[in-house]
């Protein structure tokens, strides 16, 4: 059977979706009334997710710390949980009045009959107006529980036997407000749409990386850290790179990674857009959005807040504030100067931004910044690749390279590249600019190594500069 769950908004919210637990285990089962009481044996995997309604607020900000599913004898079972909380805007979970749904995690429960889920989150929720302008409410004390957070409930009154997805409806439009406390109310609804991967938003997901297989750029692994693992494939298309700004990203069990994608129902995997291999545990506030207000000479921009991690911002558009010691990214991860990357935004451009957050002024002091986005021709698709020259043709300006070291595409040591420098400019060791002809005397010495920088087209680097390393 497939269990869903969702929640609606108050006064025109959008859908969430929470990914739940797959268990193992599969029994026939049915979807409300009918069934045993009687405890079964075995687990199988449940998923959750969260969607919502349209209403007059332009963004309703909760932070979920974890969702459970309740017996008819009173005891729980953890789905997942969260002590620092997923930050979720629920309002953007309808788009044009199509709802939309958000992956939460996975977890693995008994098999067995549930009543309620209980849908965990923090007692404050930030909602913003239309015009941008933010207020924080407490949820009603009603729904306060003895973990000292917000407890929504959501009957669901069903076996659960098999694979199971549950959609949450925060059903906003029933959400009732005073002055200073919200009312919430949720609800269970199936959805054909839940099949459609064009209605799933695409989330940040951290965890460790375990049982990786395959070889680059075609790779599997896990995911664990909240719930059950999660699967996870990678493709010739996913952005690889490194936190702390070093060369050659490569997967390895047992790092902290961050994934950018989307969950598919019908495989139980997430495609990577991006994985972001971390230097750190800690998780640091960031913002993800389209870009306005760039003022190069300040190093300072807004961002619309579409994704948010660590903090609940107090209006919809959050400042970044840039300085000397912030590390700038292009679009598939390379890094680049301050003049360079502020040269290359655009407004709307999609981007995130890591950092410190302050909430008096709404401002993110960045310790990262990196442009996002799918389209091959926005700012900053630079790769970056550095090796031993052969196959030169002098005529057409190409050659191969052995890979050494790589930033912006998935490589390996040994792995050979063609570079096009039809267009390319040319520098000498020392950095100075040089002629073609010139750079391919240089090249042509024995053990000659090249650095090649342009946009990636299939296996071969189209350079815009090459320098003789």
Same mark, same amino acid.
């Given at each position: 059977?497939?269990?869903?769950?969702?929640? *609606? *908004?108050?006064?025109? #919210?959008?859908?969430?979706?929470?990914?739940?637990?797959?268990?193992?285990?599969?029994?026939?089962?049915?979807?409300?009334?009918?069934?045993?009481?009687?405890?079964?044996?075995?687990?199988?995997?449940?998923?959750?997710?969260?969607?919502?309604?349209?209403?007059?607020?332009?963004?309703?900000?909760?932070?979920?710390?974890?969702?459970?599913?309740?017996?008819?004898?009173?005891?729980?079972?953890?789905?997942?949980?969260?002590?620092?909380?997923?930050?979720?805007?629920?309002?953007?979970?309808?788009?044009?009045?199509?709802?939309? #749904?958000?992956?939460?995690?996975?977890?693995?429960?008994?098999?067995?009959?549930?009543?309620?889920?209980?849908?965990?989150?923090?007692?404050?929720?930030?909602?913003?107006?239309?015009?941008?302008?933010?207020?924080?409410?407490?949820?009603?004390?009603?729904?306060?529980?003895?973990?000292?957070?917000?407890?929504?409930?959501?009957?669901?009154?069903?076996?659960?036997?098999?694979?199971?997805?549950?959609?949450?409806? #925060?059903?906003?439009?029933?959400?009732?407000?005073?002055?200073?406390?919200?009312?919430?109310?949720?609800?269970?609804?199936?959805?054909?749409?839940?099949?459609?991967?064009?209605?799933?938003? %695409?989330?940040?997901?951290?965890?460790?990386?375990?049982?990786?297989?395959?070889?680059?750029?075609?790779?599997?692994?896990? &995911?664990?850290?909240?719930?059950?693992?999660?699967?996870?494939?990678?493709?010739?298309?996913?952005?690889?790179?490194?936190?702390?700004?070093?060369?050659?990203?490569? &997967?390895?069990?047992?790092?902290?990674?961050?994934?950018?994608?989307?969950?598919?129902?019908?495989?139980?995997?997430?495609?990577?857009?991006?994985?972001?291999?971390?230097?750190?545990?800690?998780?640091?506030?960031?913002?993800?959005?389209?870009?306005?207000?760039?003022?190069?000479?300040?190093?300072?921009?807004?961002?619309?807040?579409? &994704?948010?991690?660590?903090?609940?911002?107090?209006?919809?558009?959050?400042?970044?504030?840039?300085?000397?010691?912030?590390?700038?990214?292009?679009?598939?991860?390379?890094?680049?100067?301050?003049?360079?990357?502020?040269?290359?935004?655009?407004?709307?451009?999609?981007? %995130?931004?890591?950092?410190?957050?302050?909430?008096?002024?709404?401002? &993110?002091?960045?310790?990262?910044?990196?442009?996002?986005?799918?389209?091959?021709?926005?700012?900053?698709?630079?790769?970056?690749?550095?090796?031993?020259?052969?196959?030169?043709?002098?005529?057409?300006? *190409?050659?191969?390279?052995?890979?050494?070291?790589?930033?912006? #595409?998935?490589?390996?040591?040994?792995?050979?590249?063609?570079?096009?420098?039809?267009?390319?400019?040319?520098?000498?060791?020392?950095?100075?600019?040089?002629?073609?002809?010139?750079?391919?005397?240089?090249?042509?010495?024995?053990?000659?190594?090249?650095?090649?920088?342009?946009?990636?087209?299939?296996?071969?680097?189209?350079?815009?500069?090459?320098?003789?390393?």
């Amino acid at each position: 059977m497939r269990f869903h769950c969702f929640t *609606k *908004k108050l006064i025109g #919210f959008h859908s969430f979706v929470a990914g739940a637990a797959i268990l193992t285990t599969a029994l026939l089962a049915g979807c409300g009334g009918g069934g045993s009481e009687a405890a079964a044996s075995g687990t199988v995997p449940v998923a959750m997710f969260a969607t919502d309604a349209v209403n007059d607020y332009a963004q309703v900000w909760v932070k979920v710390h974890g969702i459970r599913l309740v017996r008819p004898d009173g005891t729980a079972v953890t789905v997942f949980e969260d002590a620092a909380g997923t930050v979720t805007d629920l309002r953007a979970l309808n788009q044009g009045g199509a709802r939309q #749904f958000s992956f939460l995690a996975q977890g693995n429960i008994p098999i067995g009959r549930y009543r309620r889920a209980d849908v965990i989150v923090d007692h404050s929720v930030s909602l913003v107006n239309l015009a941008g302008v933010g207020v924080t409410k407490q949820f009603a004390a009603s729904f306060d529980a003895p973990d000292g957070k917000t407890h929504i409930p959501v009957s669901i009154e069903a076996e659960v036997s098999s694979t199971t997805n549950v959609i949450v409806d #925060f059903d906003l439009e029933n959400w009732t407000e005073t002055a200073t406390h919200v009312t919430p109310s949720a609800k269970r609804i199936e959805d054909p749409n839940l099949g459609n991967d064009a209605r799933h938003r %695409e989330e940040d997901y951290k965890g460790i990386i375990g049982s990786l297989a395959g070889t680059v750029p075609t790779q599997t692994f896990t &995911l664990s850290g909240r719930g059950a693992a999660i699967n996870v494939v990678t493709t010739a298309d996913t952005v690889i790179f490194r936190e702390d700004g070093g060369v050659n990203p490569v &997967l390895a069990n047992g790092q902290r990674a961050e994934i950018r994608g989307k969950f598919n129902i019908s495989t139980r995997t997430i495609t990577a857009k991006s994985i972001k291999i971390e230097d750190a545990r800690a998780e640091e506030p960031k913002v993800f959005g389209p870009m306005s207000e760039i003022n190069a000479d300040a190093g300072s921009f807004f961002v619309e807040a579409k &994704l948010v991690r660590g903090f609940i911002p107090s209006a919809s558009m959050v400042k970044v504030q840039t300085s000397d010691t912030t590390r700038f990214r292009l679009r598939r991860g390379l890094t680049t100067t301050k003049a360079e990357w502020f040269a290359l935004a655009k407004p709307a451009a999609p981007v %995130e931004a890591e950092g410190v957050y302050n909430a008096e002024t709404n401002t &993110l002091t960045a310790k990262s910044v990196h442009f996002e986005g799918a389209d091959d021709d926005g700012p900053g698709n630079e790769v970056e690749g550095k090796g031993a020259v052969s196959d030169i043709n002098v005529l057409e300006k *190409k050659f191969k390279i052995t890979l050494s070291e790589w930033e912006g #595409f998935p490589g390996a040591v040994g792995k050979v590249m063609s570079v096009n420098a039809a267009e390319s400019q040319f520098k000498n060791r020392s950095g100075d600019m040089i002629s073609a002809a010139a750079f391919l005397e240089l090249i042509a010495a024995p053990g000659a190594v090249v650095k090649a920088k342009g946009r990636l087209d299939g296996d071969v680097i189209v350079a815009d500069f090459c320098q003789v390393r």
